[in-house]
T-cell receptor, first 115, second 112 residues
Framework: DTEVTQTPKHLVMGMTNKKSLKCEQHMGHRAMYWYKQKAKKPPELMFVYSYEKLSINESVPSRFSPECPNSSLLNLHLPALQPEDSALYLC??????????????FGQGTRLTVV | GESVGLHLPTLSVQEGDNSIINCAYSNSASDYFIWYKQESGKGPQFIIDIRSNMDKRQGQRVTVLLNKTVKHLSLQIAATQPGDSAVYFCAEEYSSASKIIFGSGTRLSIRP
């Protein structure tokens, strides 16, 4: 199994809805990532978890709240967002913290629309 | 800040021809480079990688060339097929930083 599974695939939410994005992998990877991708732009790193601990936060606004409940799961909690947060949110995982030592696998993404 | 950029936003090639996608990077401290393919509605898919102590690496139908002198990276796809249509991103990782930084992407389209 070399899959990173993200749910839901599509999400439409109001600015004050509380929703969560979920990511799951069963490859035994110990590093997991959240990326944000706007249309026709490259993915931008948001967070990195290494061994279930947050290791990198790329100055992401506090309205995005990541959580890594165990080594297979990664969540992104969205308590209140802005329309400009609409984007494709990608989850990735790799065996170790440095992708130089192993390939990073990406999920299909969650297409988020904030109305 | 540091960035990874691409020379051309779009590339159109005849089916069966070879494709060359170029990428410039500015961080001389980067020591690992990756090419990703992203098809419509999907996440990025690993194609090939290269470490900074190498200048060439070959895979199946793909070759990556690295020129550290001019900070240039290229992806060559042999005998381009319709299934190669996608956006291609080069990406770099800073040593031990666990940060994959993506370049701006090139859309490859195939003419029949």
């Amino acid at each position: 199994d070399t899959e990173v599974t993200q749910t839901p695939k599509h999400l439409v939410m109001g600015m004050t809805n509380k929703k969560s994005l979920k990511c799951e992998q069963h490859m035994g990877h110990r590093a997991m990532y959240w990326y944000k991708q706007k249309a026709k732009k490259p993915p931008e790193l948001m967070f990195v978890y290494s061994y279930e601990k947050l290791s990198i936060n790329e100055s992401v606004p506090s309205r995005f709240s990541p959580e890594c409940p165990n080594s297979s799961l990664l969540n992104l909690h969205l308590p209140a967002l802005q329309p400009e947060d609409s984007a494709l949110y990608l989850c990735a995982s790799s065996q170790e913290g440095s992708v130089m030592n192993t390939e990073a696998f990406f999920g299909q993404g969650t297409r988020l629309t904030v109305v | 800040g540091e960035s990874v950029g691409l020379h051309l936003p779009t590339l159109s090639v005849q089916e069966g021809d070879n494709s060359i996608i170029n990428c410039a990077y500015s961080n001389s401290a980067s020591d690992y480079f990756i090419w990703y393919k992203q098809e419509s509605g999907k996440g990025p898919q690993f194609i090939i990688d290269i470490r900074s102590n190498m200048d060439k690496r070959q895979g199946q139908r793909v070759t990556v060339l690295l020129n550290k002198t001019v900070k240039h990276l290229s992806l060559q796809i042999a005998a381009t097929q319709p299934g190669d249509s996608a956006v291609y991103f080069c990406a770099e990782e800073y040593s031990s930083a666990s940060k994959i930084i993506f370049g701006s992407g090139t859309r490859l389209s195939i003419r029949p």
